[in-house]
């Protein structure tokens, strides 16, 4: 009784979510503080208002917080969702018909192909070059490809492109480029000026990585607002609630607040990859909350397993013609040092 | 650059949501009363917890405590949703290709159709017969029709199909049969026990009308395990947040709750439809927290009119074919008098 595609289709596995508080938890790239105060304080407030009320459907008290907050012509430049995984989604129902093509790059964020399977829809990867470069045929135009994602900075490098690169990616392409920025707010450049100078440019955030928000499920679109119109045709009604509402406008008002994290998890990223080279890994410079690293001899799933029976979760991640390694999100000072301390342990 | 089918549909146009406290809203069948104050102490300790980790995928505490409230065999018959919308496009997406076709009754949910034309799928309505009843061509075999929705109570007549009925167009049907009942809660009957029978009975609730959490977004299908399962690939990994799964998991505690609330609304409707029959309406005999009422002679647009006019919002609906109507929600018994004076001045 149902859709071939999802016979033949694996299901994408999120990273372990153990139960809270019983082990260091550095696998999911999220932000080891709380939320800002502010957040929580709305959440509250919210939470007494009329939640037996419907919510406002494209949650405009958000957009024109973040179109001021990000330095955007107007709300109508954003599409709330719940999570940036829903604006994935929304993008290739709006853009991927059955039996057309997305394009990703590789390694990169597995969930694109997972999309893609759901859609009935074909993807094809196209490998980084050495250095985290992308090669030409990344940009190639091509008739049935009609999405192209690229997670910037990427995961599991941690690699960023430049706004130029992405531009001229963008230009050479026959159909939308959408840079996946759930990691931006930790890397020193972003593609949002990109969005106004070209409508087949669109960026994605979240609030789940730098505002410590991922129990919350908020993450937005920014693009051109006859392209958002467009897919708002695709959304539930009432994709966000309430409660993700009044938080995420909270959180646009928090910009010193995101700025001093940021600057305090990439210390402790940056330490951790230096202690990591020492130690003998080959590490990656990450420009988001989350550190690849590969040692040249050591087993890479023996230290994860290692780690595990530690109670720390770090991600080993396998990706087949390309190889493995360990993918560790960035924690408090504290974590980190157990981490590192383990980790010396196993090799 | 958008997917042909989306240039085509017209997008789902939900009730008017006008800033809260400025009408009577009586137009979009929410809750006049605030949800169990267990709920609210839910968030907001909620609020106060990990925030920054992502949720249960699965939502587990709520899938355990829902069972347990309506005694189904255990937490792997529920999928828990954001909101009944959020499991009616998983719905869908599992058993609907491209190019195939849902089944609907007429005049019913519109957004069934919605959600065909974004699947890039069609629909077909039939219409109910004298006094709502179904014809024999909605329980017809068709191997092109792979999903049959049926709203049971429906909107917006309010009217409701027996199990007895419901397991007999089941049977005769070839695809899937989706019951609808957002409504339920506040009707003598329902199809949960018809799910144990058979496989593809499947039923929808929602906590946005009896728990009064529209603002929130919670709404869960009960399934046989096999099918809960494959339905699971198609949602997003975190499709519920960890506010909304707390809140649901202490909303299904709340059964007395819930009962006497219940008991209260479906007074006021009566008391509502016995006066709207007094002052010449037909009124539909109700199963659900709204009635729907026809005048036969007076302007159901022009009343719709003059009471927004005088900060009165209820629902008119026009379906082509079939007629007109005003669709009015069960509100406070203050609110549900200050409508009746308004209309039978508008009369």
């Keep these: 009784m149902f859709r ?8 994408y596995t999120p990273g372990e979510q153990p139960a809270p508080g019983k082990c260091v938890k550095l696998n999911t790239n999220e932000n080891p503080y709380p939320p800002p105060p502010a957040v929580i304080d709305a959440i509250c407030s919210a939470a007494k208002g009329p939640l037996n009320r419907y919510p406002d459907p494209m949650a405009n008290s958000f957009r024109i917080a973040a179109a001021n907050a990000l330095g955007l012509p107007g709300p ?5 969702g719940n999570g940036s995984d829903d604006i994935l989604t929304i993008l290739v129902r709006g853009f991927v018909g059955e039996g057309q093509r997305l394009r990703l ?17 074909a993807w094809e ?12 045929a990344f940009g190639e135009a091509d008739d049935d490809v009609r999405l192209v994602f690229l997670p910037n900075p990427n995961s599991p490098s941690g690699t960023i492109v430049s706004p130029a690169e992405v531009a001229k990616i963008a230009e050479s392409l026959s159909c939308p480029l959408v840079v996946d920025e759930a990691y931006a707010d930790f890397a020193d450049t972003n ?3 990109l969005v106004q100078k070209n409508d087949r440019i669109m960026v994605t955030r979240t609030l789940s990585k730098s505002y410590g928000l991922a129990g919350m499920r908020f993450g937005f ?12 045709k695709i959304k539930d009604s009432y994709n966000c609630d309430a409660l993700a509402i009044a938080a995420a406008t909270a959180a646009m008002g928090c910009s010193e607040w995101l700025a001093e994290i940021c600057i305090k998890m990439n210390a402790t990223r940056d330490r951790m990859a230096t202690k990591l080279a020492e130690i003998g890994f080959d590490v990656t410079p990450s ?3 989350f550190v690849w690293c590969q040692h040249p001899t050591a ?42 301390m383990m980790i010396e342990r196993a090799l």
């Design 125 to 136: 990867q196209v490998p980084f070059q050495d250095g985290w470069k992308l090669p030409a």
């Design 287 to 289: 420009h988001a909350n």
């Design 299 to 340: 087993d890479h799933k023996a230290i994860y397993e290692f780690l595990k029976s530690n109670q720390i979760l770090v991600r080993y991640m396998d990706f087949p013609t390309w190889g493995d390694g360990l993918r560790i999100s960035v924690g408090t000072d504290d974590q980190i040092d157990a981490c590192l």
């Design 105 to 121: 790059p590789y390694p990169s964020y597995i969930l694109y192909r997972t999309l893609a399977d759901i859609q009935g829809a």
């Design 221 to 232: 679109l920014v693009a051109q607002p006859q392209v958002i119109s467009e897919l708002s």
């Design 76 to 80: 109508e430049w954003i599409l709330a």
């Design 191 to 193: 593609c949002l000026d």
């Design 4 to 11: 071939p595609v999802l016979a033949k289709m694996l299901p």
